[in-house]
């Protein structure tokens, strides 16, 4: 039986890299790699406290329900 679990997903299209949803993430989920300009994500060490969304000032960042097995 699968179980469905929420993560972050990332729209590079819509990204400005201004750095405010990993300066408010507590927990260094969070990183840009500087010369791709690729926000990475940890799902190991987020917490789901929905921080980055509300400092994100282009939408760029939602959250997305996937299914495990
Ligand atoms: S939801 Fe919270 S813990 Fe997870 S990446 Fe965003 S700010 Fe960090
Ligand atoms: S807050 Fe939004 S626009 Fe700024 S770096 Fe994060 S995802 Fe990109």
Redesign the pocket.
Known sequence: MSRQREVLA??PE?????????A?CVRGA?T?DHEHGV?SYNIRKCIRCNS?LR???????HVEAVHEA
């Open positions: 990332w729209n819509h990204c400005r890299h201004c750095f405010g949803c990993i408010m969070l840009l926000l980055c400092a994100c000032p282009t939408g760029a960042l």
